[in-house]
């Protein structure tokens, strides 16, 4: 039933989803597949190494200037802050915490998927049918917001590392490609080849 299609919250998940994002990702795994296990480009993939990269290349998009207006920019924004919000919904229903005394948001109570939903409308631009159904997936898959996140970090943990130890000769288009050819491992050993490369 909706007519109007605005495309503000949509750049950063084509980045995600398409160039640089998975499609680039798993396409390269393909290319390089010979050199690597069946592990490393099917049957292994680790969650939080693809997601991190998708939430990296996202990221990385914003680095080089393509958000190319407010609209874009705030739209990327609003994602980060919606996957804030699910680490945080995440960890607290998952494990059946009670929010902080001194929070603004219902302080003293336990999280429960009502509260969830309510703490993630005040903290996204997404409609009401958006939220409700990510919090559906959130509870039926525990961890996940978090995998996302930590994968991020570990894709920029081994790019700054790389940087560190090359100095000006740095190549950033070299690194990705090379980064991208490991295929999906682990996050301590993504870490630890990534900042090798």
């Known amino acids: ?92 229903m998952h494990l059946q915490l009670r929010i902080p005394d001194d929070s603004p948001f219902r302080p003293g109570e336990q999280w429960t998927p009502e509260l969830a939903q309510e703490f993630f409308g005040m903290h996204s631009g997404r409609p009401a049918d958006f939220v409700e159904s990510e919090l559906v997936r959130y509870l039926g898959m525990p961890g996940q917001a978090i995998g996302y996140k930590l994968g991020e970090r570990a894709w920029l943990t081994g790019r700054e590392a790389a940087r560190k130890a090359h100095g000006d000769e740095f190549d950033p288009k070299q690194w990705h490609m090379a980064a991208l050819s490991q295929g999906s491992l682990g996050l301590d050993d993504l870490v630890s080849e990534l900042s090798a490369l």
């Open 1 to 92: 039933g909706e007519t109007r299609f605005p495309v503000y919250d949509l750049v950063s998940t084509w980045y995600h989803e398409g160039v640089p994002g998975h499609h680039l990702q798993l396409a390269q795994w393909a290319h390089v597949a010979d050199q690597l296990s069946r592990y490393q480009t099917t049957v292994g993939m680790v969650s939080a190494n693809a997601e991190g990269w998708a939430l990296y290349a996202e990221r990385l998009m914003d680095e080089l200037g393509f958000l190319a207006n407010a609209e874009q920019r705030l739209g990327y924004l609003d994602a980060q802050m919606m996957r804030a919000t699910r680490v945080v919904i995440d960890i607290g």
